[in-house]
């Protein structure tokens, strides 16, 4: 990235939280051509402008992993400027971009357009996944050097899981040799076909077909074993069970290069929010049983979980509006993700340094980025919020293009105030 | 009094590099560069298999392999004769064995056989009388490609001790990396293997070769890069994802080959996927380009271990 000629600023009076140098207080923050330039108890320079953020926290900006928009392909859904737009509202300062597009981004010029519109049109840094197949058929192989080298961060299927064992072990030999990063949806197609909900009493009740929880663990299993035989790195794409959960933490103990991301969504909501058929908490995957939140809730305390995502997809009335099992799965999040990631450390079922860390180093390290961190040096990607800030989602008043967000009408605590992005203020 | 060990090779049969020791091929090598010189002569004819039958038996198709076993046979005065895949009883639903058990019965005295299953060569020579000759079975062994690559290089090194000696590509469905591994370790060459880990055996570690998967890094130092073909209709699966992918980060250049030794040589066992595997500007440039030589040689070591096998009194 190249330095940006801005006035200097300082942001003082914040409670700094920086995960990845582990530092908690006080602190006043210099900004200079974009980049952080000093951090020290108190920097007086009445030269330069004074943000006063006394009273709130100032943290790295949030880095979302596999965010979903519309562009190119599906414009109505979402497009990089809005996304852009409603990520700096929720202070994710870095979006990489899932690979699912029309068409899909399998091959090196896709990379490129989407960095090139990206810089163009978003006011943060769009930085794409590459596809692992050629149109995320599941079927061949797509260009992981070529890609990676034109800028692809890791690569995913998107939604799809690669159901073909024998693929997936020539995708984790073939990442190897290019040291890419691999993705993998947990989902055993077969026991998932035609499911729609969570499995258990409650989907028994509403008369809806379910996704088991097994289909997930199995996958999990087969993917990290794979991963042990052939080497390569492994990223769990959205765990939602404990089963599947303890797998991992597992294969970390044995030392297998495997991570794993969690959405917002599955650590703060579970199958009851299904309630009445609504259609904004149907997701992929599903809501499932309050002890498998518990379980992901415990995943983040001990280290387990790699990064929290927004697992932001946004979806039309005109795939929401329909009976339950005829909507499109899926839920935006990039401008709720902090004050839903909040409300884990108001319900004290997690501190706030490992909750900024998994929206911030975690993701940041996970993917070999030099973001998500306050250190002299590092890019000023912030965010200033107030912790405590009580409001009230309404969906109709969030900066995407698509509402579909199973927080609508909830009441959250703890808002963004401040994003800057290199040392612009984009929120 | 026994020998403890054979210092000439004298078969009965050539089904692999494995099972030959140091002085074997010396003494087939010694024997072929012989027949190079001749093979240079205006008159090409010697006697040594006259009253001999040799038989070319390809189920898979091939040119240089069996045009090469063509001419060496016929150099030495042998008759030979072409059995052809799809004219054969083969394709009428044969097996193999009875294959063997037919041509057998013929009297020939030698059979080459070119068989898409690893063991073929060595299945038949169970059943018949002859000297078999294996000239490729499946992803096992290519005997003879392994050593006229020898002979080619020796012309060049004299010894091949100490020459680092790099294999680059699809190795896994490989018969020519199996045989030459073998052969060049055996003559003391250090062997590296470079290619994506979806065309290297995962064991390949266990070979006592170098295990590469940069060109850069694999190429640094050697004196020979020998560059293998994309065998694209062997592979079952997808290894790689194109061929420009696979040109960009495997594909021998320029670029790449200024990793290697000053001076440093290139192979290819033919046919080459210019454009894929090589770049023509190095396939076609004689002062590193040892691939026609490596043709010539072909004929020689053939020449050499027929009259090894058949030649002699009867």
């Known amino acids: 990235m190249k330095a940006r000629k801005t006035p200097p600023f300082v942001i003082s009076g914040a409670r700094v939280i920086d995960p990845s140098s582990g530092r908690d207080g006080i602190f006043d923050v210099l900004v200079k051509n974009g980049r952080i330039a000093a951090i020290d108890k108190t920097i007086a320079k009445d030269s330069v402008e004074r943000i006063d953020a006394t009273g709130l926290v100032l943290a790295p900006g949030l880095v979302d992993v596999l965010v979903k928009t519309g562009e190119p392909g599906a414009e109505q859904r979402e497009t990089l400027r809005s996304a852009g737009k409603a990520a700096a509202a929720g202070g994710v300062t870095t979006l990489v971009i899932s690979p699912q597009a029309e068409p899909a981004i399998d091959d090196p010029a896709m990379v490129d357009f989407i960095l090139r519109r990206g810089k163009k049109r978003a006011a943060v840094h769009i930085v794409p996944a590459g596809g692992l197949t050629k149109g995320l058929g599941g079927d061949t192989l797509a260009e992981i050097g070529l890609m990676g080298e034109a800028g692809a961060v890791l690569f995913s299927n998107g939604d799809q899981a690669i159901g073909n064992a024998a693929l997936m072990r020539n995708i984790l030999t073939y990442a190897k040799g290019m040291d890419a990063l691999v993705s993998t949806r947990p989902i055993e197609p077969d026991l998932s076909a035609n499911g729609v909900m969570n499995a258990g009493d409650y989907a028994s009740r509403l008369g809806l077909k ?106 039309p009335a005109e795939e929401k509006r329909l009976p339950f099992a005829e909507s499109t799965p899926g839920a935006i999040g990039l401008e709720t993700l902090l004050s839903g990631a909040l409300s884990l450390v108001h319900n004290d079922e997690a501190g706030l340094l490992d909750v900024m860390r998994v929206l911030t180093a975690g993701p940041a390290q996970m993917l070999g980025m030099s973001c998500g961190t306050i250190t002299v040096g590092a890019s000023a990607d912030l965010v200033v919020f107030d912790p405590d800030k009580p409001w009230v989602c309404d969906a109709s008043k969030l900066r995407s293009k698509s509402k579909n967000t199973p927080y609508d009408g909830r009441r959250m605590q703890g808002r963004t105030v401040m994003t800057f992005v290199q040392g612009v203020r984009v929120h | 009094m026994t020998k403890r060990y054979k210092d000439t090779f004298t078969g009965p049969h050539l089904l692999g590099i494995a099972g030959l020791n140091r002085l074997e091929v010396d003494s087939l090598l010694d024997s072929a560069a012989g027949y190079v010189a001749l093979n240079r002569r205006r008159d090409k004819h010697l006697d040594v298999l006259s009253g001999r039958t040799l038989v070319n038996l390809f189920f898979e198709p091939s040119t240089r392999t069996q045009s090469s076993f063509e001419l060496a046979g016929k150099r030495l005065g042998a008759d030979v004769i072409n059995m052809a895949i799809k004219s054969s009883s083969v394709a009428k639903g044969e097996t193999l064995i009875d294959t063997a058990v037919t041509l057998n019965a013929m009297h020939p005295d030698l059979l080459v056989v070119r068989h898409s299953a690893s063991g073929a060569a060595a299945l038949l020579s169970q059943k018949v009388d002859c000297a078999v000759i294996n000239a490729g079975d499946g992803a096992h062994e290519h005997p003879t490609q392994a050593l006229l690559d020898a002979l080619t290089l020796r012309a060049h090194f004299g010894d091949l001790a100490g020459c680092r000696i790099a294999i680059c590509g699809d190795v896994v469905h490989s018969r020519v990396a199996r045989s030459d591994i073998t052969l060049l370790t055996l003559m003391g060459a250090e062997v590296r293997l470079c290619a994506p880990p979806t065309l290297l055996p995962g064991s390949a570690h266990e070979w006592g070769v170098g295990v590469f998967h940069d060109m850069r890094e694999a190429l640094d130092g050697c004196d020979v890069v020998m560059v293998l073909r994309l065998q694209r209709e062997r592979m079952t699966s997808a290894c790689v994802p194109s061929t420009r992918e696979y040109f960009r980060y495997y594909g021998l250049d320029r670029a790449k080959l200024s990793h290697a030794k000053k001076g440093a040589l290139v192979m290819h066992p033919g046919p080459m996927n210019r454009g894929v595997e090589i770049d023509s500007e190095i396939a076609d440039d004689p002062k590193t380009s040892l691939i026609t030589e490596q043709v010539e040689s072909g004929v020689a070591v053939r020449m050499a271990v027929l009259a090894a096998l058949a030649g002699g009194a009867s």
């Open chain 1, 210 to 315: 379910g996704l088991p929880a097994v289909a997930e663990q199995i996958m999990v299993e087969r993917d990290i074993a794979l991963c042990e035989a052939c080497g390569g790195r492994l990223l769990v794409d959205q765990l939602s069970t404990g089963a599947a959960l303890d797998v991992v933490r597992r294969a970390k103990r044995r030392g297998v290069r495997v991570s794993c991301t969690v959405s917002i969504h599955h650590l703060t909501l579970n199958e009851l929010d299904v309630g009445d058929y609504r259609t904004f908490a149907r997701l992929s995957p599903p809501l499932r049983a309050e002890s498998d939140r518990l379980a992901l809730v415990a995943g983040l305390a001990d280290g387990t979980i790699d990064a929290v995502v927004s697992g932001h997809d946004p979806r």
